[in-house]
């Protein structure tokens, strides 16, 4: 006699907790299975049983036994999670015929899923013979709204029944049913999404079975429930999920398996160590965020400082007190704005005026803020605002009073890039500029009023509070309280930073001039002279400048009267000092891992150092400590054996772990061979075995590569025997920053030895059909690596998509290097990024049409993406241990090898292009040409075709950067078939490259005018 038991009378009845036993393992499989219901797919033959099935919360042993047998199995791979059950029953039951039905009142088997023990929701899943599904999410237990949770999040499961027997006739005696099917991680997105090996969840596994044979249902569970609930998530089970195990089945990888790199050497950097180096002065300060600027407040042993929680976010202004131990600090001023710079008023004791430099996100402001000097307390509605200029990218905002009593200002260009606003040379605004004022006298209804000895008042045409102009993003201005010298810190652009000694009236050329080299000089100047900065450093050691201050304090005397500046992005300090005719070069102090934001002195005078730090981890304020003068060279290999990248040398076998991979488009390199290989670092994980720090994959920019990894690449020519190694190139990213080393193999192939920091020029002996020959060749510096190294290309030039998206021989097979690397779990995916990507879609999906694009409409999609992905909590697992898609899936593009005669041209040249060209002639790149030859950009975007050179045009007549079908009009392949002035690349060959040539004249000639 069939008799039902109610949903909600399994969830409450009481118990004791039991301890669940050993962990479910659920196993990858390579093939996932066919959904139908049968179970006789390889991957189950491998898949782990989940039983056995029991009534553990029986107080009679005799009575835990169910009624009839079940057999369930799970098992996992990168889209899925499958399960197939095959179910005992003599009496097919099943009347419900609705997706989301009260599936409980059938014969049904349940799966329950609590992914994570952070999150209190968990995932019920019902099946019931006549394949009708019952998917909930339950955000916790005991929610009551159930019509509400089963309408609440929309699921994507596949599966098939299998019945042997006739459902719902009870005169007749069946054998049983089976449900097989697959659920999508994308599913499970409200409480941790799809695991990473390794992971462990909760996990039931249960069933209602129906009988004329005896009272109500059988109820029984794999779980040791120790209450009648199959919602009793404590007693649940552990579901291991094992990553990939052994070979392909079908396909076999080209590598199973690759051990941990030990024994790397390259650490630190050649030499010896720097003069200087960084120490916490503040190690007990702790929640200090990440500090932009600090001041030692007049006359009191305390300092203020601007922090902010996250890069480009809203900035506060805290006060602690300036001693070594201080482990607290108070909260002053909170700002939506981001605050670059505060100054104190000269007679700050007497009116207790601050005064700040600030952007809102639309406008930079210079405010004026009382500050008690008794209390320390900012009052906020005690706001007046001097200057304002619009703008939200190259602000400005430093300011500094110098000993004549005025305020000096500092503003940028407006732009993000290139002075697309043409301010730099604009002489009737305040932008791009260092402005002078006097705070102390308003006029003509402003709070301020201009010296009457600014250079250029009452002169037409030019904004009077104007001191210099030319500026691009100045970043920091110090004015010398005992000499009234004025140093601006300036961030270059494409391949230079700048100090500046500005001096009165001076035009800094910004944009027709970087620095001091011509940026776009048709561009029109301004009606001054362009000065120079005073000092100038490449990006291959300073990528974003930060000016600094003139020290004179005690505890550096060495130091004492130098000018102190850094760089954001590498950390590097340097000091020079300038007599007011002639300055001293800049000599390097320190090589730090810092990021550098400010320099500026504590109460006593003495030097502080402040680092933005990283969002997790903040940063801290520090001080310069001499290195000892007997402190030996660092341990840096000047030898390629030294380095442990090889365990042969001569034979060029790779040490165990260091990976070979390819591209599909090389540099040229002179016609040299090139060959490639990569070593990730490898730590202790939390059982002390080494684990191998995995690449953080896109599918398009250049991946993410951890600290301490190496790249190299050796360049060979054909020798009488076998190619001769010329030299092995080494890119490695060492305390957040990019440094390049060359080794010049010696003639016996045999070992190579380190390069010294500004190259070699050498003369090599190739052999070739027509005997030996005689090719020049240089050994590129330190500094000349970065210039295609750069930032605005990624560093890494190879480490992307599509260049790695291709087949390489492995020591096992050939393969695809995107599915070995996936393989070996060393790509880390964003595996949140890309789902809820695809659920956006699916959401808009269902919205009008026409309406798809309406604001209200995004807007409310965004929020139920957010939503569904827990708001803003913590999402654990934002990037998964391996590909979101199949290696193989059309969403990983390729660049075409420019070899390849059947890819198709277009693709063939854009790839060479990017290879060759795009490194700089890319966004914020090194070529100023504006042209983009990235490969992913389309013709209307590459600022390329049948366009006037902005620079030379080589006397060729009406030339074009790419003049369509017309090659020999086109500047862009005249460039390329030049050697020595003029040519491109600037660097990096001195041969031209016949075949790429050839192939960007095809190019161009098979382009319709």
């Known amino acids: 006699m069939r008799k039902a038991v109610s949903f909600l009378a399994l969830s409450f009845l009481c118990g004791v907790p039991a301890e669940a036993g050993d962990p479910t393992i659920c196993r990858w499989t390579y093939l996932p299975p066919t959904i139908d219901g049968k179970g006789d797919d390889p991957a189950w033959k491998n898949a782990q049983s989940v039983g056995p099935f029991q009534r553990a919360w029986d107080k009679d042993p005799a009575k835990r036994k169910p009624l009839t047998s079940t057999e369930a199995k799970l098992c996992w791979d990168r889209d899925n999670l499958y399960f197939f059950a095959r179910m005992e029953d003599g009496d097919l039951f099943a009347e419900k015929t609705e997706h989301d039905a009260d599936l409980w009142f059938d014969d049904v ?93 909760k996990y039931a596994a249960c069933r209602y079975d129906y009988s004329v044979d005896f009272d109500g249902p059988d109820l029984s569970s794999n779980a040791p429930l120790q209450r009648l609930s199959f919602h009793q998530y404590e007693d649940y089970l552990p579901l291991l999920f094992e990553g990939p195990q052994g070979d392909h089945p079908e396909r076999p990888f080209g590598l199973t398996s690759l051990p941990p790199v030990k024994g790397i050497q390259l650490k630190g950097r050649p030499g010896k160590p720097p003069l200087y180096a960084p120490a916490n002065a503040y190690p007990k300060l702790k929640g200090l965020g990440m500090p932009i600027s600090s001041a030692a407040i007049p006359n009191a042993n305390l300092l203020l400082t601007i922090t902010q929680d996250k890069a480009y976010g809203p900035t506060r202004i805290i006060r602690f007190e300036d001693k070594p131990d201080v482990e607290t600090f108070e909260l002053v001023l909170s700002q939506e704005g981001t605050a670059y710079d505060f100054a104190f008023h000269p007679r700050f004791a007497e009116n207790g005026y601050l005064f700040i430099g600030w952007n809102d996100g639309e406008a930079t402001r210079i405010s004026r803020f009382r500050l008690d000097p008794s209390t320390y307390v900012i009052d906020p509605d005690s706001e007046v605002v001097f200057l304002s200029w619009d703008g939200d990218g190259h602000n400005g905002g430093a300011i500094d009073f110098g000993p004549d009593g005025y305020l000096y200002v500092t503003t940028g260009d407006g732009s993000t890039d290139s002075d697309v606003l043409l301010n730099g040379q604009r002489t009737d605004g305040l932008h791009a500029k260092l402005l002078r004022i006097d705070v102390d006298k308003p006029a003509d209804g402003k709070p301020y009023s201009v010296p009457a000895d600014n250079p250029f008042v009452g002169k037409a045409g030019f904004a009077p509070e104007t001191w210099a102009y030319g500026l691009r993003n100045p970043w920091r201005i110090d004015v010398d309280d005992v000499t009234g010298h004025v140093w601006v810190g300036n961030n270059g652009q494409d391949l230079w930073e700048q100090v500046y000694f500005v001096t009165k009236g001076a035009n800094y050329g910004w944009s027709a001039y970087e620095g001091s080299r011509p940026f776009y000089p048709g561009r029109k100047l301004g009606p001054t002279p362009v000065s120079k900065p005073i000092f100038e450093h490449s990006h291959a ?54 990021k ?22 903040g940063g801290a304020i520090h001080r310069l400590v001499p290195t000892p003068p007997d402190a030996k060279d660092n341990a840096f290999p000047k030898t390629l054996s030294a380095t442990g990248l090889f365990s042969n040398l001569p034979e060029r076998i790779l040490a165990p772990g260091v990976l070979a991979y390819s591209v599909n488009a090389e540099q040229w390199a002179d016609g040299a061979k090139q060959s490639r290989a990569l070593a990730l670092p490898a730590f202790p994980d939390e059982s002390g075995e080494l684990s191998t720090v995995p690449i953080g994959f896109g599918k398009r920019g250049v991946w993410k590569l951890p600290e301490g990894v190496v790249l190299l690449k050796t360049l060979s020519f054909p020798g009488p025997d076998s190619a001769r190694p010329v030299e092995t190139q080494v890119l490695t990213l060492q305390d957040g920053d990019w440094a390049a080393y060359v080794y010049k193999w010696n003639d016996s192939g045999t070992d190579a030895d380190l390069v010294g920091e500004g190259g070699e020029e050498v003369a090599l002996s190739i052999s070739g059909p027509g005997g030996m020959r005689k090719q020049a060749w240089r050994h590129a510096g330190r500094a000349e690596c970065m210039f295609c190294h750069s930032r605005a290309a990624g560093f890494a030039l190879g480490m992307n998509t599509l260049q790695m998206n291709r087949d390489h021989p492995y020591p096992q097979a050939v393969d695809n290097q995107l599915r070995v690397l996936d393989r070996l779990s060393l790509l880390s995916d964003d595996w949140s990024g890309e789902t809820r990507s695809a659920l956006r879609n699916e959401l808009l999906q269902k919205e009008d049409h026409e309406r798809r694009q309406l604001p209200e409409v995004l807007d409310g999609v965004k929020d139920r993406v957010k939503e569904l992905f827990g708001g803003d909590r913590p999402y654990p697992h934002a990037r998964s241990d391996r590909l979101v898609r199949t290696p193989s899936s059309s969403a990983y593009v390729r660049q075409a090898d420019p070899l390849d005669e059947t890819a198709p041209l277009d693709a063939r040249a854009r790839s060479y292009l990017q290879a060759n060209c795009a490194n700089c002639h890319v966004g914020a790149g090194g070529g100023n040409a504006m042209i983009n030859l990235s490969h992913d950009v389309g013709p209307d975007k590459r600022e390329l075709f049948d366009l006037k050179p902005k620079h030379l045009d080589f006397g060729i007549r009406d030339a074009r950067l790419v003049s369509r079908g017309k090659p020999d009009r086109s500047v862009l392949l005249h460039r390329m078939t030049l050697v020595g002035p003029g040519q491109m690349p600037l660097i990096g060959r001195k041969k031209v490259d016949e075949f790429g040539a050839g192939l960007i004249r095809r190019w161009i000639a098979e382009m319709k005018p």
Do not use: C, M
């Not at 509400?148 to 499961?157: A, E, N, Q, T, Y």
């Open 596 to 617: 550098i934001t400010d320099f500026n002195l504590d109460s006593r005078g003495e030097l502080l150092v402040l680092d933005h730090g990283e969002r997790k981890a």
């Open 109 to 201: 088997f349940e799966l329950f899923f609590k992914p994570s023990a952070g999150f209190s929701g968990y995932y019920e899943f019902e099946f019931n013979p006549r394949n009708v599904v019952l998917d909930i999410y339950f955000p916790q237990r005991g929610f009551g709204d159930l019509l509400r949770l089963k309408k609440d999040f929309p699921f994507h499961l596949e599966t098939a029944v299998k019945l042997e027997g006739t459902l719902n006739k009870t005169s007749d005696k069946d054998k049983g049913w089976a449900v097989e099917g697959k659920i999508p991680w994308i599913d499970f997105i409200r409480a941790g999404g799809r695991p990473r090996a390794g992971d462990v969840w």
């Open 541 to 594: 050691e300073s990528r974003s400048l930060t000016g600094g201050i003139v020290y004179r304090g005690k505890a550096l005397p060495k130091l004492k009267g130098s000018y102190l500046y850094g760089d954001y992005s590498t950390g590097k300090i340097w000091a020079a000092s300038h007599d007011g005719k002639t300055a001293t070069i800049p000599v390097e102090l320190a090589d730090t891992s810092l």
